[in-house]
């Protein structure tokens, strides 16, 4: 069973830029350019904001985005706003399908 | 509307079973993959398995092959989970979900259905 490593916390100030990190293995992210990222608002599906990757979902803002390094994929997001305050997953394929544990975003 | 809904969810004794459905509309539902992905109270997301478009093929997490079965009515435009020998850790909100537009991505969400195992 794949783990995907997640910060549990991160934060920031309107208008600041943040990231958050998703750490797997060379048999998940490492392997397969197919990683996913997840925003979720309390009693709320979640939304999905970024996918293979770099893509975005059309609607989604481009303050969102995603890259990949080695077996860590980030999520980057910048203008902070007040609406960004959740919790994000990320998501990988690696012939299974794995989330990571969460991470709840603070906007200060 | 392009949507899914789930329904099905509630409360069920340790050893019980339950059967999930999940109803797809605005959308050619024959078309696609789909999921269900569960979230226990207060934790994170858990992909549960997926069926093909036709219904020939289904991947499950290893921890519930055996009490758990995904299968579809594409007459219907239905997913359906059932769920046997439940336990206390089953207990979570199970969402289906549309398989697009790649490999773990998943755009399209259900409301979700809460299932609670307890005695």
């Known amino acids: 069973q794949s783990a995907l490593t997640q910060p549990a916390s991160v934060s920031g100030s309107p208008g600041q830029w943040i990231t958050i990190s998703c750490t797997g293995t060379?048999?998940?992210?490492?392997?397969?350019?197919?990683v996913s990222w997840y925003q979720q608002h309390p009693d709320k599906a979640p939304k999905l904001m970024i996918y293979e990757v770099t893509k975005r979902p059309s609607g989604v803002s481009n303050r969102f985005s995603g890259s990949k390094s080695g077996n860590t994929a980030s999520l980057t997001i910048s203008g902070l706003e007040a609406e960004d305050e959740a919790d994000y997953y990320c998501?990988?394929?690696?012939?299974?399908?794995?989330f990571g544990g969460g991470t709840r975003l603070t906007v200060l | 509307e392009v949507q899914l809904v789930e329904s099905g969810g509630g409360l069920v004794q340790p050893g019980g079973s339950l059967r999930l459905s999940c109803a797809a509309s605005g959308f050619t539902f024959s078309r696609y993959w789909m999921t269900w992905v569960r979230q226990a109270p207060g934790k994170g997301l858990e992909w549960v398995g997926n069926?093909?478009?036709?219904?020939?093929?289904?991947y499950y997490m290893d921890s519930l092959k055996g009490r758990f079965t995904i299968s579809r009515d594409n007459a219907k435009n239905s997913l359906f989970l059932q769920v046997n020998s439940l336990r206390v850790e089953d207990t979570a909100v199970y969402y289906c979900?549309?398989?697009?537009?790649?490999?773990?991505?998943?755009?399209?969400w259900g409301q979700g259905t809460l299932v609670t195992v307890s005695s």
């Open positions: 060379s048999s998940d992210i490492g392997s397969y350019n197919f």
């Open positions: 979900v549309r398989d697009e537009p790649g490999y773990g991505a998943y755009e399209l």
């Open positions: 998501c990988s394929y690696a012939g299974s399908v794995f």
């Open positions: 069926i093909k478009e036709d219904g020939t093929a289904k």
